[in-house]
Structures are given as structure tokens and as C-alpha cells.
């Protein structure tokens, strides 16, 4: 998992102190007798610990690391997909450039399945520069290539086209998946049902997380929960802050999930008590550390963890997305404004890669205001929201800033629905409270079902003092 910080703040601490605790026994509503039926085998944690002892014998044949630009690197790549090509999976290796050199992303694709409905998973494949990357994440990409031979061994036939990912650089800032997403055609980006990302589920003191921090991927978050309720494994909510390689899907609107079993974060009295383990320790005390080895493997979650991967694989290959559509799907286009001004309209500017204001995930925004004088932009998008949907919720991220002082709301940013002649303002945000820290606004919008309506935000900023509101990873979500 990628180090980052937030503020001084090191992410994986805010994320876990976010994290909303599940309950073991409560199953999710969207849980259903078909999602039991489908799932998968009891993948052999053996075959995946043989995997980790063949990567640490890369890293120690390597300088002791497999990380982006070195050797150990490109051999594990060469291992994976010498494995990979062996079961009868077709498989792709993209290069790009980093500062550390050359990396590169491997990708393999079930050669069977409508090629119109495609479901990914996914985890990155490189370590830091000072360890062999055992845990972080050679245990997700272990788990993702075990599913994935599993699957060719076991004659299913499946109904959607079945793809894994190996990213490169994820060390770096999550570079592979964003190589690879950014220079996805938009038309193949658009056949890709949902992501399912895979980064560390092996960690020595481990807890059990699933991503809550995508609403077009509820669908398959309560599929990670209803797996673990089934088996009595308690479980928790996490945002992991867009530290990990799904944050380049979610960018574009793809719904995306996925499971974490702890970093740096220490483990709290609570948390031990249902998960067992130490409190007062870190998940992972040998993360991004030299000590991260095949000695930093617990082996009842890394056993979890690959079955886990397994009962997704088999159940995303068989779904049927034709008439059972992805609950929580989002109905906004480039909700992470990746491709630009792409079907959103308003004001020329505001939709941005400027560094001056950081984006939350990957390098675009919506930038509205900063211009200190008068001004008044907008960023909008018209969306048809289902009649049969029965509930349907607008959301986005939002960090401010501002020039002025005092309690007087000089500078706003309304969120409205525009419907036919009627605007409705859902919120209004000003000067007054700014926040230079990311938060999820969300908004009940059923109301709206049956209509096109059109979502937009609108800055007006007075003659003076600027006043900047930033808006990423927006989303309408239905379910």
C-alpha cells in the first residue's frame, strides 16, 4: 500500500480512525440466496504461501527488494506471468516510465466471457526499496494469482470477461493503475463492471476491512461483508483515503471494493477483543520495513483473505449484468473528472489538473472560485435517474479554503438539482467554515426518480479575497 500523508496526518491512521465497526452477524441488505449459490471454492493457502516463498527468493536473489526499476521487480513480473500463460490465461504486459525507471503492469484476461461485461481484481505486484514486499503486497498478489489458476483449473464456464491485474509502481503513488486506466479507451473503460482491489490481507496482527469509500461499488462491498458474516468473521468499514490502486477506477466511475488486513495502524483494545491479536500493536509493525519476509505472514488471514478473493471471482465471473445491474451503480459520467470537461458543462476552467489545489484522487478536479474578484462559475451534469430505482443518493468530496475573515458569508458554493424550471439547492457552503481537509457530502435525491435532472455547482465569489472550493469523486448512486 502506498505511503501518504494527509495534512501531517499519516493516512492510514485517519482511515482506520473513519473506519465504521460491522457487525459479524448482520448480513447486508443486497445479500441474496444467488450470491450464496455462487460462491466459490476453498482455495489452498498452501499454493498461496508457495507463491510468497517464490517472491521473498526473487527479492533475495535481487538486492533484497522487488521494488520499480530494479531486477527483482521485473523477474516477479516474469514469474507471474510465466504462471499465468501456463494456466491458458492470455497475458499483456505494459510498460511505462517512472522516476525509479522502467516499470510495468501485467495484465491477464480469461479468454472466455462476453467481452462486454468485464469484472477486474487486482493488487500491486512492487515492494519499497528496503524489503521484499511479503505482506505489502505480495499477499494480494499471491491471493489474486492463486483465484486466478484456480479458476483455469476448475472448467467454469463464465459468463463475463474475467481480468486480473499486477500494477507496477503503487510504491510510487498508485502510477501503474493510473497508466493503465488513463490510457484505457473510453469505450473499454466502459465494460468494466466493477474492480475488486487486493492490498495486504496476510498482516501479523491482522484486522478484517473492507472498502466503504466508492457509493457505485456498494454492490460488491456487501458482497465482501455478506462472505465474512456467512463465516462468522467480524469486520469493519474502511476508507482507505485513495491509498490503493482502486482509486484510479473509482476516478472514472467504475464501481470498485476491496479488502485490507492492516498497515501501521495500531490495533485497538476493541478490535482485539473480536479479532484477537494485540491491541496497542501495529497491524503490520514490519511495514515498508526490511523485516517484511515470509515471517510477517499471518496465515489464518492470508487463508481468509485468498478464499475470500476466490468467492468473488466465481461470482462476478457468473453474474449476470444484463438483467441484474450492479446495485449502487453510478449514474454520473467522469464523476472524477479524469477525462477532463468530458460531459460536463458550465463555466470554461474550473474542471482542472492545476496543482495549485490538490485533487483527492488522481489529478483532476472541479477548482471552483480562487479568483478573488467577482465571479460566478458553474460545473454540471444532466442525469436520468431511473424510475425503478428505489432509493438514489448524490455524493462528492469537498475541501475549501478561503482569504476572507469573519462570520459573514462572502464567497458560496451552492449544489443544486435542476429540474425542468424548478432549482432546488441541496446545500450552500461559504466562506464560513472552510476546510482544507476532504469530506464526503451526500444527499437523498429519490425524490428525482423518473426524471432527468441536471447536478450542478454554483460559485459565486465577491469582489475581493479569494475563496476556493474543490469538488472530487462525485457520484449518484442507485440502488
Known amino acids: 500500500m502506498a505511503n501518504s500523508t494527509l495534512l501531517g496526518v499519516p493516512l492510514a491512521a485517519l482511515a482506520l480512525g473513519l473506519a465504521v465497526t460491522g457487525s459479524a452477524t448482520a448480513a447486508p441488505s443486497t445479500a441474496t440466496t444467488a450470491t450464496a449459490a455462487a460462491a466459490g471454492p476453498d482455495l489452498s493457502v498452501t499454493n498461496t504461501q508457495a507463491h510468497l516463498t517464490q517472491l521473498q527468493s526473487i527479492a533475495n536473489a535481487n538486492g533484497g527488494n ?160 455478506s462472505w465474512y458474516a456467512s463465516k462468522g468473521i467480524p469486520w469493519e468499514y474502511i476508507d482507505v483515503q485513495g491509498r490503493s490502486d482502486h482509486a484510479a477506477f473509482r476516478s472514472y466511475g467504475i464501481p470498485t471494493a476491496g479488502i485490507f488486513s492492516g498497515a501501521e495502524t495500531l490495533k485497538t483494545s476493541s478490535q482485539a477483543q473480536k479479532w484477537g491479536g494485540t491491541a496497542g500493536r501495529a497491524f503490520d509493525p514490519c511495514y515498508h520495513s526490511s523485516c517484511d519476509t515470509t515471517s510477517n505472514i499471518n496465515v489464518t488471514a492470508l487463508d481468509r483473505g485468498v478464499d475470500v478473493i476466490g468467492h468473488m471471482l466465481w461470482l462476478y465471473a457468473a453474474k449476470d449484468f444484463g438483467t441484474t445491474p450492479q446495485p449502487g451503480g453510478n449514474l454520473l459520467q467522469n464523476p472524477g473528472f479524469e477525462s477532463g470537461a468530458t460531459v460536463w458543462t458550465g463555466t470554461s476552467g474550473p474542471i482542472t489538473n492545476n496543482a495549485g489545489r490538490p485533487a483527492r484522487t488522481g489529478s483532476w478536479k472541479a477548482w471552483l472560485g480562487g479568483n478573488g474578484s467577482t465571479s460566478t462559475e458553474t460545473v454540471q451534469q444532466s442525469v436520468a435517474i431511473p424510475s425503478t430505482a428505489t432509493s438514489a443518493t448524490l455524493s462528492f468530496w469537498l475541501r475549501s479554503d478561503t482569504s476572507e475573515t469573519g462570520s459573514t458569508a462572502y464567497d458560496t458554493m451552492r449544489v443544486q438539482v435542476v429540474d425542468g424550471s424548478t432549482t432546488s439547492t441541496l446545500a450552500t457552503y461559504s466562506n464560513v467554515g472552510t476546510s482544507t481537509t476532504w469530506s464526503q457530502k451526500s444527499f437523498n435525491v429519490t425524490a428525482y426518480r423518473g426524471k432527468t435532472v441536471t447536478v450542478r455547482f454554483l460559485l459565486s465569489e465577491d469582489s475581493s479575497l479569494q475563496t476556493s472550493f474543490v469538488v472530487d469523486d462525485t457520484s449518484l448512486a442507485t440502488s
Open 66 to 225: 522487488r521494488g520499480t526499476g530494479r531486477p527483482g521487480y521485473a523477474a516477479s513480473v516474469s514469474w507471474v506471468k510465466g504462471k499465468l500463460d501456463a494456466a491458458g490465461w492470455t497475458t499483456t504486459v505494459q510498460s511505462f516510465s517512472t522516476s525509479s525507471g522502467t516499470s510495468s503492469n501485467l495484465i491477464a484476461e480469461w479468454p472466455a466471457g462476453d467481452p462486454n461485461h468485464v469484472v477486474m481484481l487486482g493488487g500491486h505486484l512492487d515492494s519499497v526499496a528496503n524489503g521484499a514486499g511479503i505482506n505489502d503486497n505480495g499477499s494480494g498478489s499471491a491471493g489474486v494469482l492463486e483465484a486466478a489458476l484456480a479458476y483455469a483449473a476448475s472448467g467454469q464456464t463464465a459468463k463475463n470477461r474475467v481480468r486480473v491485474g499486477f500494477w507496477g509502481a503503487e510504491e510510487l503513488g498508485l502510477l501503474g493503475s493510473k497508466h493503465y486506466m488513463s490510457t484505457l479507451p473510453t469505450a473499454e473503460k466502459d465494460k468494466i463492471e466493477a474492480y475488486l482491489n487486493v492490498d495486504m490481507i496476510g498482516s501479523p496482527n491482522p484486522g478484517y476491512f473492507v472498502y466503504n469509500d466508492n457509493p457505485a461499488g456498494n454492490g460488491a462491498r456487501d458482497e465482501l461483508t
